[in-house]
């Protein structure tokens, strides 16, 4: 059996509910944010008792978008962002397993209805998210596109990451959580389909993702937030011995950014005005932003804030006119400062 194969049969044939998943990588670890609980008090049983995420992949500020969640599976992640982004916004799921996608059919129109909507802004489509092209996913034309631990499940990662590049507009964003391991998968491990179907063996090497993502245009990846996957289980752990896991969120966005954090002499004040961050934004792991506190940035966080949907929430001082070297505490330094003398190569 292929990749592709051994995914879709463990996905129709081994999981009818989220309690028949052997680890808990594909389970949540982080607490939902109330407003978050309040929409999926919304969402029909069927469709809870089939989710298979290890993250929370709803970033802020939605209304009006145009969504598109790879591997949507029955839908969770599609009818949380529906009561999200109004009428007006348009969220598509994208899913290879025909027996996922008749589940998030089938409560359509009941999420609708209960949602009070004239007409539903969900749409399904039967497909492979590294080839979007058959499915009519326009150039340009997505806002923010959503993962729910799924890309790991993907042979040609490469393949989903090019195609998430293509369809978002510039200033978009992939916002998605996934697994990673601390070092590179054996291919005998890779081939075990409750492993590749546990989300397990086709994570990949952190790193390999970091530089992979750098090749294809997201230059600087900025990782929201992380937990260790502790597996629960065994007889996989066995297997898996010498291996670490984590689930992790990271946001993408297609914008032209540097290789590295330069100074430019730029600053922003947030003025508290997005919903449900009345005190404080997080625009990442490591970046908070305070209402009305003036803070020091680097010209990537100052794109990422000036040329997306977020830039009516801030006051921008400064510009790109003058530049001062690299930012300090982005990890690099003039190299002919360090003493390479005990340096591995």
């Not at 989220?18 to 999926?40: G, H, M, R, V, Y």
């Not at 209304?63 to 009428?87: A, K």
């Not at 993962?147 to 990451?161: A, R």
Request: charged share 25%; glycine share 8%; proline share 1%.
């Amino acid at each position: 059996m292929t990749t592709v194969e051994k995914v879709k049969d463990y996905y129709t044939n081994n999981l009818n509910c989220s309690d028949d998943l052997k680890t808990n990588a594909c389970c949540t670890a982080a607490c939902f944010p109330e407003n978050i609980k309040k929409l999926i008090k919304n969402i029909n049983e069927h469709v809870k008792n089939t989710y298979y995420g290890c993250g929370l992949v709803i970033p802020d500020l939605l209304e009006g978008c145009n969504v598109l969640d790879l591997g949507c599976g029955t839908g969770f992640d599609v009818y949380i962002v529906s009561q999200l982004i109004g009428e007006t916004g348009r969220v598509t799921g994208v899913d290879m397993t025909e027996k996922q996608l008749e589940i998030a059919e089938k409560w359509k129109e009941w999420h609708r209805d209960k949602f009070n909507y004239k007409e539903s802004n969900v749409e399904f489509k039967l497909g492979y998210i590294d080839n979007l092209e058959p499915l009519n996913i326009d150039d340009n034309s997505q806002d923010i596109v959503i993962s729910n631990c799924v890309i790991n499940l993907c042979q040609n990662k490469k393949g989903v990451l090019e195609q998430v590049y293509r369809v978002l507009k510039y200033g978009g964003e992939l916002y998605f959580s996934d697994v990673y391991s601390n070092k590179r998968i054996p291919t005998e491990l890779q081939s075990d389909k409750v492993l590749l179907g546990e989300c397990l063996s086709g994570a990949l090497y952190w790193n390999d993702f970091l530089n992979l993502s750098k090749s294809i245009g997201f230059t600087d990846v900025r990782l929201v937030k992380h937990n260790k996957i502790t597996v629960n289980n065994k007889e996989i752990e066995d297997k898996l011995e010498g291996f670490e896991f984590y689930s992790a969120t990271y946001r993408l966005f297609k914008l032209n950014l540097e290789n590295d954090c330069e100074n430019y002499g730029q600053k922003v004040i947030y003025r508290g005005s997005i919903e449900n961050n009345n005190e404080y934004w997080d625009l990442d792991g490591h970046h908070r932003f305070y209402k009305d506190k003036e803070k020091s940035v680097c010209g990537n966080t100052w794109s990422m804030l000036h040329d997306t949907r977020f830039k009516k929430h801030f006051d921008f001082i400064g510009d790109f006119n003058k530049h001062y070297g690299i930012y300090d505490g982005c990890g690099k330094d003039n190299p002919f400062k360090i003493n390479n003398q005990n340096n591995c190569c």
